[in-house]
């Protein structure tokens, strides 16, 4: 049985090439330390997009958490 964080199937393969430290990804990196950076850049422009969309007095759901997230990663 898997845990929570546990995957399987595709999402659990590793990205050819990482030798088995990088798991599969769109953008073909195989360095962990490419990926690091690549999901900190994604990170910074996403929290500022998010800064930009977001009006004071709006009240988030779970739409607003997933669109954040899927901008991210």
Request: aromatic share 6%; glycine share 6%.
């Amino acid at each position: 049985m898997l845990g929570r964080y546990d995957a399987a199937g595709p999402e659990a393969a590793f990205q050819p090439g990482s030798r088995g430290r990088v798991l599969r990804n769109l953008l073909g990196i195989t360095s962990v330390r490419e990926l690091e950076r690549k999901e900190s850049e994604r990170l910074l422009a996403a929290t500022q997009q998010a800064i930009d969309d977001t009006r004071v007095d709006q009240r988030f759901t779970a739409a607003d958490i997933r669109s954040m997230h899927h901008s991210w990663l």
